[in-house]
């Protein structure tokens, strides 16, 4: 068996495991109440919500990959798009490489460029939430899973060793010659490629873009708890996202079915909110953040394809 076999097949395992375990014990019927006397508008706000997040990471990977701004906006915008799409409907992080190949395929840009702005595109995201969360530490006592604690600091020290690498540049690869093999070469001009993060205003912005991503999250989770009739405390909001990007450490099916629902419910449990009512959130946050994305990213995937470029064999 071909190893992205074997990978998707853990993948549906875990995935079916942790599905098991969200709805154990659960009301099924109670579930459904809880879901179909929600508010519409409500829905509809928080799914609009989900789009401006993506708008706002493409403005901010747009500053990582071309500080020249010679690249059409609207260019890079529909290519996350079909990104997150592919990432939805397809395992092994399809949309990932999608967007690498559909980003050097409409860009004069070179792949190491490519995956050295989405590398650090992911990685405002990370140091942006970390920040917030440890923040939130120091004035609130937080019941933190005994099993978050290790990744958690894994996480804050990756981060702590990247950013003295190459954010303060102890490290310049510019002094080094690029070496001759071909795999070497490769991760020389991928590393090469995270100079721009050796530029403090860029750096800056990007941080606020992340938190302002991050805000805009914490919002719309809040609006939706408000919704369901849960009373946590707005700082709950920030240890749901925590919860949910852990969960989506664990190898398991496109758009990380059951093991993002667990997570949330997880955290709810912390605060007390019923099995019932905390599947019934989990599975409309779910939904809502990939309803509106996962059609405007299949309008743009359609419009495409029929180029068919060669990043459409790279995912099959």
């Known amino acids: 068996m071909k190893k992205k076999n074997v990978i998707h097949t853990i993948g549906i395992v875990v995935s079916i495991l942790f599905i098991y375990l969200v709805f154990r014990g659960a009301n099924l019927s109670s579930v459904l109440e809880y879901i179909v006397n929600l508010n519409i508008f409500i829905l ?16 901010r990977w747009k500053l990582l990959l071309d500080k020249s701004d010679e690249i059409p906006y609207k260019k890079l915008l529909s290519i996350n798009f079909i990104a997150h799409f592919l990432n939805i409907v397809f395992p092994l992080r ?6 690498i190949f559909l980003t050097k395929a409409h860009t004069q840009t070179s792949k190491s460029n490519i995956v050295g702005s989405l590398f650090l595109n992911k990685f405002m995201e990370l140091i942006s939430l970390l920040i917030l969360f440890y923040s939130l530490t120091v004035f609130v006592s937080i019941p933190i899973p005994s099993f978050w604690i290790t990744p958690l600091r894994y996480l804050l020290v990756f981060t702590i060793i990247f950013l003295l690498l190459f954010a303060f540049n102890i490290v310049d690869l510019r002094n080094i010659t690029q070496p001759s093999n071909k795999i070497l070469a490769s991760l020389y001009r991928f590393l090469l490629s995270l100079k721009h993060i050796q530029d403090k205003t860029l750096l800056i912005k990007s941080i606020f873009l992340s938190i302002l991503v991050w805000c805009i999250e914490f ?4 609006i ?19 919860g949910i990007n852990l969960a989506m450490l664990i190898p398991a099916t496109s758009a990380s079915f059951g093991t993002y629902e667990y997570a949330i419910i997880l955290v709810l449990g912390m605060f007390s909110v019923s099995k019932e009512q905390a599947v019934a959130f989990a599975i409309m946050l779910h939904f809502l953040e990939i ?3 996962l059609i405007l990213g ?12 060669l990043w459409e064999k790279e995912i099959k």
């Open 219 to 222: 919002l719309m989770i809040y």
């Open 94 to 99: 399809a949309g990932e490489v999608a967007q």
């Open 298 to 309: 299949f309008i743009f995937y359609l419009r495409i394809r029929k180029e068919k470029p």
């Open 44 to 59: 509809i706000l928080v799914s609009l919500m989900s789009l401006l997040l993506v708008i706002v990471k493409t403005y």
């Open 224 to 242: 939706l708890l408000f919704a369901f009739g849960i009373d946590v405390p707005f700082w709950a909001t920030i240890v749901i996202v925590v």
């Open 291 to 293: 309803f509106f994305v």
